[in-house]
């Protein structure tokens, strides 16, 4: 892999040296990356070489094919770093900390991001624990206004922590069995697979778990234009019958903390998910109050073998469903990118401000229901 600033800046090149792989595509407004051998031999070597606290411009590391097995974090210091690789499992960060060896769940990050303005690209970010090791995260992201584009996040349980402050991903894969997005960020998932994997015996799989603890808090997640189904590997079991696949239960998400919020809007839920969508946390029921869970009907949500009206009464008092109650005065407009991460003056351009990424805003376009990020704030 090579490491390199774009050309039209003037900081002086570096080189990582990795792999040996083909030349790749040159992309408009991405820096070139020579096919020559570079001078670092790891992903954190080359993190380390980036200047720290750069507020003029992005830092780009190109990251040839290959598999890094490595942990790596994206010190605090570190601003505006973006990492681009060749693509999903073509470049890949692999790691194995979990719980049960020792590690909480928030060391046992494959990579950890912590500087803000971070980006990365057509890369994989991987914990291959495996199911039995319980917590397992691939990628653990502190950094604000960051952002995923084309990124896969393969794991079991926690592959995605986002833990805090505001993030995007589009274009993205996040695998996983419980809790498999998880955290207290405010971040926007548009245009995502989604996938539920072969959890041990007994488990249920939750897509989300998010972790709002106060009511004044400005976090959640919205989903948006994303796809919920089962992974390969769930697929397997259950054309062979095993009882792994007969027993296994699909939510959507279950209640973290006490103010958990997530959306789901204009998105597909695939069969593999249970009926009901949501699971309570524990026994305890005292969250289901203060929560607020909502998949946006309208012509917006498609359930898979079902059609959901928002008929009935929900059995959770923060739970709407399919648009009842108070969804049409809600514009989902404030749930989306631009609402979460505005653009900044004298900063540089957030990347759906970009030529490159002008394709993603103009996909927004005017819906049918409202919902306002109130409602992510409080009820």
Not at 2 to 13: D, G, K
Not at 202 to 215: D, E, H, I, L, P
Request: proline share 6%; charged share 20%.
């Amino acid at each position: 892999m090579a490491l390199s600033t774009p050309q039209s800046r003037t900081s002086v090149p570096t080189r990582l040296r990795g792999p040996a792989a083909p030349t790749p595509t040159r992309h408009k407004d991405t820096p070139h990356a020579t096919p020559s051998r570079g001078n670092h031999t790891s992903v954190q070597a080359a993190l380390d070489a980036a200047p720290s606290e750069r507020d003029g411009g992005r830092y780009v590391i190109y990251v040839k094919r290959g598999v890094y097995r490595e942990t790596v974090e994206v010190k605090k210091k570190k601003w505006n770093v973006m990492l681009v690789g060749d693509g999903m499992g073509a470049t890949v960060i692999s790691g194995r900390l979990n719980y049960v060896d020792g590690y909480s769940t928030f060391r046992t990050a494959t990579v950890a991001v912590v500087g803000k303005g971070f980006i990365a690209r057509d890369m994989t970010f991987q914990n291959t624990a495996g199911p039995a090791k319980h917590q397992a995260v691939a990628l653990r992201c502190d950094s604000d206004l960051s952002v995923f584009y084309r990124c896969a996040f393969e794991g079991h349980q926690d592959t995605l922590y986002a833990h805090s402050l505001r993030q995007f991903y589009r274009d993205c894969n996040i695998a996983g069995t419980v809790d498999f997005v998880f955290g207290n960020a405010a971040a926007v998932f548009q245009n995502c697979h989604l996938l539920a994997r072969a959890p041990l015996p007994g488990q249920k799989n939750s897509v989300t778990a998010q972790g709002r603890f106060n009511a004044s808090m400005n976090s959640g997640f919205a989903f948006q234009f994303c796809n919920v189904s089962a992974h390969d590997d769930l697929l397997r079991a259950q054309v062979n019958q095993t009882d792994k696949a007969v027993a296994t239960q699909t939510f959507l998400g279950r209640p973290w903390k006490a103010y958990s919020r997530v959306v789901f809007m204009q998105s597909y839920i695939g069969t593999v998910v249970r009926p009901e969508g949501w699971l309570a946390w524990d026994d305890n029921q005292s969250t289901l109050g203060t929560l607020y869970y909502e998949r946006v009907a309208g012509a917006a949500v498609y359930v898979a073998g079902e059609v959901d009206d928002g008929g009935g009464e929900s059995p959770w008092d923060g739970l709407e469903c399919c648009g009842r109650h108070r969804s049409h005065q809600r514009g989902a407009g404030d749930y989306t990118a631009p609402s979460v991460m505005p653009p900044r003056p004298n900063k540089p351009p957030l990347p759906w401000s970009s030529s490159k990424f002008r394709y993603i805003r103009s996909s927004w376009r005017p819906l049918p229901f409202s919902i306002t990020t109130s409602q992510l704030i409080r009820r």
